[in-house]
Nanobody, 115 residues
Framework: QVQLVESGGGFVRAGGSLRLSCEVS????????FGWYRQAPGKQREWVAT???????AYGDSVRGRFTISRDNAKNTVYLQMNNLKPEDTGVYYC?????????WGQGTQVTVSS
């Protein structure tokens, strides 16, 4: 059973940094693409960043230049380094991966940025 477990969220002031982790089981991070998404209260879930199995990275317009997605194959973990955080970055952050027929999501980790 594939499992994604996010951690690293918390409360931070604007301008601060957090690093989110997505620990993966039953699937190799080096062989699959992963994405980070977030959902603010009352809003739809929003794509944040993707890393492909080949290591290519892509970012949403609102986070490009501030957030960095990466992976550690030895730890089988995907990360999201978030710098220069803004209040509008507040939300629950989710890790996702996929096969041809199934989407896998973690339970999410809360990030709150105060002004």
């Amino acid at each position: 059973q594939v499992q994604l477990v996010e951690s690293g969220g918390g409360f931070v002031r604007a301008g601060g940094s957090l690093r989110l982790s997505c620990e993966v089981s039953e699937l190799e991070v080096s062989r699959n693409g992963f994405g980070w998404y977030r959902q603010a209260p009352g809003k739809q879930r929003e794509w944040v960043a993707t890393i492909t199995d080949g290591g290519s990275k892509a970012y949403g317009d609102s986070v490009r230049g501030r957030f960095t997605i990466s992976r550690d194959n030895a730890k089988n973990t995907v990360y999201l380094q978030m710098n220069n955080l803004k209040p509008e970055d507040t939300g629950v952050y989710y890790c996702r991966t996929w096969s041809t027929v199934v989407n896998y999501w973690g339970q999410g980790t809360q990030v709150t940025v105060s002004s």
